[in-house]
Nanobody, 126 residues
Framework: QVRLVESGGGSVQAGGSLRLSCEVS????????MAWLRQAPGKEREKVAT??????????MYARSVSGRFTISKDNAKNILYLQMNTLQPEDAAMYYC?????????????????YGQGTQVTVSS
């Protein structure tokens, strides 16, 4: 059984930082296409960052809105996906989800995902 459990969300002031974690069981992050997505109230869910499998040298990719501020990474030994979020802005406030799936596109960014976590809430005050 595949399980993804996010943690690390919380409330911060604009300019602050948070690190989200996604503990994965029943699936191997080193061989998967992994992603962070977010959804704010009244908005569509959007992809924030992806990281490919080790065979593709991970190849992290980011949405333009977070590039240079967010960093996706993974710890293969612990089977955990991370999202370091710096210089947070009120528009970053959302429920953040991690997702996983086999790489089936040229780029992980283009992938569909088979598994999702329940999400962790991020609130940013101005």
């Amino acid at each position: 059984q595949v399980r993804l459990v996010e943690s690390g969300g919380g409330s911060v002031q604009a300019g602050g930082s948070l690190r989200l974690s996604c503990e994965v069981s029943g699936y191997t992050v080193s061989s998967a296409c992994m992603a962070w997505l977010r959804q704010a109230p009244g908005k569509e869910r959007e992809k924030v960052a992806t990281i490919s499998n080790d065979r593709n040298n991970n190849h992290p990719m980011y949405a333009r809105s977070v590039s240079g501020r967010f960093t996706i990474s993974k710890d293969n030994a612990k089977n955990i996906l991370y999202l370091q979020m710096n210089t947070l802005q009120p528009e970053d406030a959302a429920m953040y989800y991690c997702a996983a799936g086999p790489l089936d596109r040229a780029y992980c960014w283009l992938n569909a995902y088979d598994y999702y976590g329940q999400g962790t809430q991020v609130t940013v005050s101005s």
